[in-house]
T-cell receptor
Framework: ETGVTQSPTHLIKTRGQQVTLRCSSQ?????VSWYQQALGQGPQFIFQYYREEENGRGNFPPRFSGLQFPNYSSELNVNALELDDSALYLC???????????FGSGTQLSVL | QKEVEQDPGPLSVPEGAIVSLNCTYSNSAFQYFMWYRQYSRKGPELLMY????GNKEDGRFTAQVDKSSKYISLFIRDSQPSDSATYLC??????????FGPGTSLSVIP
């Protein structure tokens, strides 16, 4: 167990809808990253938050947005869902000055 | 050319075999190298973490980094059926995102 928890575990949405995924970081970790993992591929970096500010973003459109809260929990929001958004969404946290990422179990999103 | 390349497998070995998993990369600025194990539909679990070149051993696992060749390896000794999973290499520079390889699927047959 890494101490990183994600909810929900599974979600089914239809194209065009909006979705919010949630993550609770490991205690003491102030940096959270979100990754998208399509079937058979490695995780792809979406963005990273440090002290409630986004401080890094991958090659994802603006309809992917996030928030980090003072207790270091975070959200990933995806608007105008597309079929290709179907994937496992992973949250990962790390402590300050630590390069090791610890992942949650992910949210499996299916867009129909 | 992708930043991180990894043979996707699948790789199938008998129980007790030595397994060798490898990744190559193109960015010479990578300094931190990691191996993650991922069971089906679960989050990746950190197995090994190495800074710069050299070897690191932890139980049945050995990680090697050769920065001059831009090549990293993970060796698993005395492989067990419970080692059956997808193995992801990952790497990063300082203050930057972690880049993952596509993963190698491993099956250890009893």
């Amino acid at each position: 167990e890494t101490g990183v928890t994600q909810s929900p575990t599974h979600l089914i949405k239809t194209r065009g809808q909006q979705v919010t995924l949630r993550c609770s970081s490991q205690s003491g970790h102030n940096t959270v990253s979100w990754y998208q993992q399509a079937l058979g591929q490695g995780p792809q970096f979406i963005f990273q938050y440090y002290r409630e500010e986004e401080n890094g973003r991958g090659n994802f459109p603006p309809r992917f947005s996030g928030l980090q809260f003072p207790n270091y929990s975070s959200e990933l929001n995806v608007n105008a869902l597309e079929l290709d958004d179907s994937a496992l969404y992973l949250c990962a946290s790390r402590g300050q000055g630590d390069e090791k990422l610890f992942f949650g179990s992910g949210t499996q999103l299916s867009v129909l | 050319q992708k930043e991180v390349e990894q043979d996707p497998g699948p790789l199938s070995v008998p129980e007790g075999a030595i397994v060798s998993l490898n990744c190559t990369y193109s960015n010479s600025a990578f300094q931190y190298f990691m191996w993650y194990r991922q069971y089906s539909r679960k989050g990746p679990e950190l197995l090994m973490y190495t800074y710069s070149s050299g070897n690191k051993e932890d139980g049945r696992f050995t990680a090697q980094v050769d920065k001059s060749s831009k090549y990293i390896s993970l060796f698993i000794r005395d492989s067990q059926p419970s080692d059956s999973a997808t193995y992801l290499c990952a790497m990063k520079t300082s203050y930057d995102k972690v880049i993952f390889g596509p993963g190698t699927s491993l099956s250890v047959i009893p």
